[in-house]
């Protein structure tokens, strides 16, 4: 199980939105920050000073931002958590990338690993069992996108099916 630094909503916005900046250009600036979030510099320095008490990044006033080790886990935890989410949101439920990237947003705070792990686990499961794979996820999105099958399900069922009559 990930052990995750104990961090609010808020501060992991910002851990995350200072590991972008740095894989971008090496360090990070305040102002890079607020532009990113869309924040004041006042709430930038706020943050920083906490994550900088944390021993999440290495932080003085005026000076480039760059990440711990410690830092670095938490950030990458954070984008881990974001990117399962989005991805069992797109290729699952088909929902489109814009509405996937902000429901990511808001429930990657919140969902605890086991969630995330078991939403991945459920993910690879689906395209490799032969009951699943592709024509279940393309199956779903079409019965989303219609409100009904576009096959009769007892057809499906008996292509899910070997030469015995058992269930693969």
């Known amino acids: 199980?990930?052990?995750?630094?104990?961090?609010?909503?808020?501060?992991?916005?910002y851990i995350e939105?200072?590991?972008?900046?740095v894989e971008e250009k090496l360090v990070a600036r305040s102002k890079d920050i607020a532009m990113r979030l869309g924040v004041s510099r006042a709430s930038v320095?706020?943050?920083?000073?906490?994550?900088?008490?944390k021993e999440l990044i290495?932080?003085?006033p005026y000076e480039a931002i760059t990440m711990t080790e410690k830092g670095?886990?938490?950030?990458?935890d954070v984008i881990f958590r974001h990117n399962a989410l989005k991805r069992f949101f797109i290729e699952i439920l088909s929902i489109d990338n814009d509405t996937a990237e902000e429901g990511a947003c808001r429930i990657e705070h919140a969902a605890p690993?086991?969630?995330i792990s078991r939403m991945i686990n459920f993910i690879e499961f689906l395209q490799v069992c032969p009951r699943g794979g592709?024509?279940?996820?393309?199956?779903?999105a079409s019965?989303?996108?219609l409100g009904k099958t576009q096959i009769n399900c007892e057809e499906c069922v008996a292509h899910c099916r070997n030469s015995d009559g058992e269930n693969l």
């Open 58 to 60: 290495n932080y003085a």
């Open 113 to 115: 690993p086991e969630v």
């Open 143 to 145: 019965f989303h996108a």
């Open 17 to 21: 939105a200072i590991y972008h900046i």
């Open 134 to 140: 592709d024509r279940l996820i393309e199956g779903f």
């Open 45 to 53: 320095t706020e943050a920083l000073r906490a994550l900088s008490h």
């Open 72 to 76: 670095k886990k938490a950030a990458e």
């Open 1 to 13: 199980m990930i052990k995750r630094a104990k961090l609010s909503a808020s501060l992991e916005d």
